[in-house]
């Protein structure tokens, strides 16, 4: 659906990273965690392209948007001010599947950087399907360059999750990367995980997956690609994922992120 979004926040929560609200009910009643928005972040001919931007938070009739200034494109969506509009449209994607079943057992969240978008609003869709009686507390583990740049730590704490962080530099939790930290809670912590649910840059997600099916635990991965139309007609965002045919035979494929994903099973992706 595209639609104008009136802009009720744009504010700066950390050096670079930004927050936006945007009142789009229509929007709301649809959205699924792991979509995006695709914003047209100027009534300008340049930048042309529209940009994808996960959706991070509802709240109410609004939609909230957590982004970094990575280029042109954020740096004007930066200056936009509040009671301005957006072109958007959304929700585009298909998000996490968080089936009953596997919420059943402890759920491990891994976020790399801005990957924390997503995960928040899959953690609050989880907390409200858990079961209430649960009592295995879930864990979000949050990768960054330095603490300053870590981002939602206290809302995930607020929501009941456990949250362990890692930074490039030391300057908050454990030193190293955030698949370093999962590898040394699993081992450490003898944890076992239902499913993993995870967003990041690519090579992150490239070596949690790697671990993961050592492990042989189920694993959906957010990825993330440049991104032309968003909606599946220009064939620039395709990724290549293996497909198990019948007898063992495996297959590949060409998927669009924008259309077929962005969340896929990690296992399918060829990295
Ligand atoms: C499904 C999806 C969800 C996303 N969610 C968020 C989010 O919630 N918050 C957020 O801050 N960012 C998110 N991104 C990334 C965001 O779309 C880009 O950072 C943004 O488009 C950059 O635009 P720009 O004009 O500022 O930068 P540009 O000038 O276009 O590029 C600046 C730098 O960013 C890189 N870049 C640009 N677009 C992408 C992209 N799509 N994927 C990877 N690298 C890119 C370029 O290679 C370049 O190095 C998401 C991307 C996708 C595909
Ligand atoms: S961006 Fe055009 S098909 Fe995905």
Not at 22 to 30: A, D, G, N, R, S
Not at 107 to 130: H, Q, S, T, Y
Not at 195 to 202: E, S
Not at 250 to 257: K, L, M, S, T
Request: glycine letters at 10%; one cysteine or more.
């Amino acid at each position: 659906m595209q639609t104008k979004a009136k802009v009720i926040k744009n504010i700066e929560v950390a050096p670079k990273y930004y927050r936006i609200i945007l009142f789009c009910p229509q929007i709301v009643k649809e959205a699924l965690p792991g979509q995006f928005l695709e914003i047209k972040v100027t009534e300008k001919i340049e930048p042309f392209l529209r940009r994808p931007f996960s959706i991070n938070r509802i709240s109410g009739k609004h939609i909230e948007i957590l982004y970094e200034i990575k280029g042109k494109g954020t740096r004007l969506l930066s200056r936009i001010r509040a009671g301005n509009y957006l072109d958007i449209i959304g929700p585009l994607g298909n998000g996490f599947s968080y089936q009953p079943k596997l919420s059943q057992g402890k759920i491990i969240l891994v976020a790399g950087g801005m990957g924390v978008a997503p995960l928040f609003f899959l953690a609050g869709k989880i907390k409200e399907i858990k079961n209430q009686k649960s009592k295995i507390k879930n864990l979000v583990l949050i990768g960054a360059k330095t603490k300053k740049q870590v981002l939602c730590e206290q809302e995930f704490k607020k929501m009941g999750y456990e949250v362990r962080i890692a930074t490039d530099d030391g300057s908050g939790g454990f030193k190293g990367t955030v698949t370093e930290l999962l590898k040394k809670m699993l081992s450490d912590f003898g944890l076992r995980p239902s499913i993993i649910y995870a967003c990041g840059p690519r090579p992150m997600l490239k070596a949690l997956s790697v671990l993961s099916a050592r492990r042989n635990i189920n694993t959906q991965v957010s990825l993330e690609e440049h991104m032309a139309c968003g909606i599946g007609a220009c064939l620039g965002c395709v990724v290549k994922l293996k497909t198990q045919k019948s007898k063992g035979k495996i297959d590949f494929e060409y998927r669009r992120v924008c259309k077929d994903g962005p969340v896929f099973d990690a296992r399918e992706v060829v990295w």
